[in-house]
């Protein structure tokens, strides 16, 4: 018969005195502190998830009352740098994901295919996501989020002769950032 070893106090153990806790091998007296120990951990990993979700929950709520006026001398670039003004302190890395899936329905008699009705909608979700990607800034104090990086796609499929499902995916990221406007 081969022994085992305890996983917690390395005490050799036969297999029949023995206790599997997450993949692990226990003595039977430290099998019931592991599994306690792992109760714990996932209980606070559960109450870490909640919070975060409350967390989230107050974001977007208060992202709904942020207009475009309030977000509007907050500038957006590519870039790293801008040349309205210095960068003086580099607040957080923001992001806005996006995935909206719809159908376009094509009107025979209307001149606009459905690819040009799908690139409409697209235009339109990278619009709202920017517009969204300000309400960040704003919240996190920025004058601007330099260094935006747009990864987006875009799938079509048609399901009839005046139906297409459109699937749009969009992840923009960039560094808010607080400026001087003395050069």
Known sequence: MTMHECARCSKPIEPIASEGVEGLVYCLACAERA??????????????????????????????????????????????TLET????????????????????????VQAEGHHELAEKLFRNRIELSLSKLRKRAYLVGADAVVGVHIDSAMEQN???????????????TGTAVRLTTHL
């Open 35 to 80: 599994r306690q120990s792992v109760k714990t951990k996932k209980a606070e990993v559960h109450k870490e998830k909640r919070e975060i979700l409350r967390e989230r929950d107050a974001i977007e709520q208060e992202m709904r009352t942020i207009t475009e006026e309030d977000t509007q001398h907050i500038k957006v670039s590519t870039t790293d």
């Open 85 to 108: 003004g210095r960068i003086i302190d580099y607040i957080d890395v923001i992001s806005v994901q996006d995935i909206v899936f719809q159908d376009i329905h094509i009107d025979p």
């Open 158 to 172: 048609p399901e009839s002769d005046i139906t297409v499902a459109v699937a749009i995916k969009l992840n923009i």
